[in-house]
């Protein structure tokens, strides 16, 4: 048997990309780090998106610590205090019309309890998705993501509709409202919603108007707007909700990720109070649907965004980093700048002035510079890597952030 860490994930665990085989094993997180087995520290600069309020928030470990004392689980016939009170808290922050909460324990499942309203309260069942979009790994999810995907995965959910994504070149926000126009129209059984990203998780921003015109269509046809915010909300963006930058309210969102405090797994929908039309169907029955213990990270961790002002704080540090990577370009040729919204950011690099061109090759050589100076990312697209902060990011991190950048940027 292995008996390195790795060695023993990768004998054990079945492998699939971006997970097993591992590049290290982690043996501490705290704030914005990583510490692996062998002591070398990270910043995290991507966290799957779950470390809103930074890695092992005390607060959130002592909440937890008192609840496993008292109520660690609650059958899903009883309630509990700490799931009515986060349901109250996500209610209070929605600016619709009145709404209703289902939590899951993970994104994934979410997304399928929001397609599952969908359909009950429209009598439909066809969606329309942008083409590459990415809502999770449920067949109903995963079949969002593309018109064809691997074919050994066998078929997906029938009306499944793709849309030209926004973000794509040659007039690509005009060729994504065509394509649903063209969905709309040519539907035999009706559209039942329209699911997206309000911004999307690779940082791209819509332009003006853009979700608002969607937001027409929908009602036009009697379909549903579903704003994936999964990585996206939470202040985030600089807003609670990011669909609060977009113009247009939906009739369902979906959050999850750093829901949980980054810690526990939990998500949510909240939705309309209208489509509250099928109590006799599970829709969402979970077993951990009301755990007090994921509920009470939930709670706490968007009392501690609150309370802390990190909403706002995350606007203010857009416009601080983009002022400072343009800084940073005019010493660095191989930076071009910073897209995204609130601390939702993907940095830019030019792939000429490295001698490469554009595409996986180039990014991975880009994320092992990173990691060469304790800097832990991914790649967002053919020539950006993530620059997800942590909304707790102190001013002195963010200078050593960049400190770290520049010298990562010097060696590509």
Known sequence: ????????????????????????????????????????????????????????????????????ETLPFSPRRFTNEPAVALAEKLLARWPGAPARVLFATGGSDAIEIALKLARVATGRHETISLEGCYHGHGFGAFGLTRARPDARLGPLLPGRWHATPYWAQDNGPERMLEDMRCAFAQSDGGIAAVIAEPIRSNCHVPPPGLWQEVRRLCDQHGALLIFDEIPSGLGKTGRFFAFEHVGAVPDAVVMGKGLGGGILPIAAVVADARLNVAPELDLGHYTHEKNPLTTLAALTTIEIIERDGLVERAAELETRIIERIAELSRRRPSIIGVRGRGLLLAVEFDPAACGMVAGPEFTARLVSACMAEGLSTTSKGPVSIGLSLPLTITDAELDLVFDKLERAAAAV
């Open 1 to 68: 048997m292995p008996n390195n860490l790795v060695d023993r994930d990768a004998a054990a665990f079945f492998h699939q990309e971006g997970s097993s085989p591992c590049i290290s094993a982690l043996r501490a997180a705290e704030g914005i780090w990583l510490e692996d087995v062998d002591g070398r520290r990270f910043i995290d600069l991507h966290g799957n998106t779950v470390h809103h309020i930074g890695h092992r928030h005390p607060e959130v470990v002592a909440a937890l610590k008192r609840q496993l």
